[in-house]
């Protein structure tokens, strides 16, 4: 099965963008169906947005619409997440995860494997 790596958080203001990256390392990353998760302190992860395997389709919640992309590049066994016009309550740490489906899904329990998380700060 795949490890994961993520990169690329930090601090931004209100407004401002992050761009975090997930590094797959292992066979098969692209039969690997892959998701972002947000956990803000003192509560459960929350999906962010999810790439099928087969299809690279792309799903994402209402919340962040139209301001987030996920994408991936399997010669590079990469997944990555930009963010746009980020406000405070989207901070917390992000998780890539990967599930070995063909279906996107949003509850954490469906990806039984994680990276261990990147901090995203967004200051008011």
């Known amino acids: 099965q795949v490890q994961l790596v993520e990169s690329g958080g930090g601090l931004v203001q209100a407004g401002g963008s992050l761009r975090l990256s997930c590094a797959a390392s292992g066979r098969a990353f692209n039969s690997y169906t892959m998701g972002w998760f947000r956990q803000a302190p003192g509560k459960g992860r929350k999906f962010v947005a999810a790439?099928?395997?087969?299809?690279?389709?792309?799903y994402y919640p209402d919340s962040v619409e139209g301001r987030f992309t996920i994408s991936r590049d399997n010669a590079k066994n990469m997944v990555y997440l930009q963010m746009n016009s980020l406000n405070p309550e989207e901070t917390g740490v992000y998780y890539c995860?990967?599930?070995?489906?063909?279906?996107?899904?949003?509850?954490?329990?469906?990806?039984?494997?994680w990276g261990q998380g990147t901090q995203g700060t967004v200051s008011s």
């Open positions: 995860a990967a599930r070995q489906a063909p279906v996107s899904e949003t509850h954490p329990n469906a990806y039984p494997i």
């Open positions: 790439i099928a395997s087969s299809t690279n389709t792309t």
